[in-house]
């Protein structure tokens, strides 16, 4: 059965840090998503994904957040200086057409 | 914006005992609501889900019912065993994009 995978699977990194979290979903979803928990927290909404471009983003997802999807197959979350409160499991998901959404393991970061 | 509140956050049951979590929502425009168990260090994983336009669906041991006019939702787990111990998370969907509102997270332990 098909998964979506992420790498790397733990992030260490220095605050102010750029850091890229990468996800390839399943290869024929059409719409993609990053959320993110905090250790002990709800899962979080960040940011949707459809035809090449952002359809819906949170309050989270400011300025030092982007997402590509540059080969079709990838789908990348880039924080360009990485705050401590940065610090918390980020997971890609990723539907076709039906609601459900198929969620990956998860990036583990942590800023320092 | 839409907002999920679950009950309990902790849930012990003996095995074989059935275990229910309840959610609520604030938007009438979601329409879906899945619920997702996370093992440790896992994402988390679609259990079972259910539309606006049905009212209960049950999958085996688990069932999940809606009641659109009270705006809640809850997921019926029968004779548990202690595998079913996990975090269990609902989720309400309504924009057109499919971005997700989770609970807060439900910790159920089932004591052998």
């Known amino acids: 059965e098909p998964e979506v995978t992420q790498t790397p699977s733990h992030q260490v990194t220095q605050m102010g840090q750029e850091v890229i979290l990468r996800c390839v979903p399943i290869?024929?979803?059409?719409?993609f998503y990053w959320y993110r928990q905090i250790l002990g927290q709800k899962v979080e909404f960040l940011v949707s994904?459809?035809?090449?471009?952002?359809?819906?983003k949170s309050e989270i997802f400011d300025d030092q957040f982007s997402v590509e999807r540059p080969d079709g197959s990838n789908f990348t979350l880039k924080i360009r200086s990485t705050k401590l409160e940065d610090s918390a499991m980020y997971f890609c998901?990723?539907?076709?057409?039906?609601?459900?959404?198929?969620f990956g393991p998860g990036t583990r970061l942590l800023v320092l | 914006g839409e907002n999920v509140e679950q009950h309990p956050s902790t849930l012990s049951v003996q095995e074989g005992d059935s275990a229910v979590i309840k959610c609520t929502y604030s938007?009438?425009?979601?329409?879906?609501f899945p619920w997702y168990k996370q093992e440790l260090g896992k994402g988390p994983q679609l259990i079972i889900d259910?539309?606006?336009?049905?009212g209960e669906k049950k999958d085996q041991r688990i069932a999940v019912t809606l009641n659109k006019t009270a705006k809640h939702f809850s997921l019926h787990i029968t004779e548990t065993q202690p595998e079913d111990s996990a975090v269990y998370f609902c989720a309400a969907t309504g924009s057109t994009w499919g971005k997700s509102t989770f609970g807060d997270g439900t910790t159920l332990t089932v004591k052998p």
């Open positions: 994904f459809y035809n090449n471009e952002i359809s819906e």
């Open positions: 259910i539309r606006s336009n049905v």
């Open positions: 938007d009438s425009a979601s329409n879906y």
């Open positions: 290869s024929n979803h059409l719409y």
């Open positions: 998901a990723g539907r076709l057409y039906q609601e459900t959404q198929y």
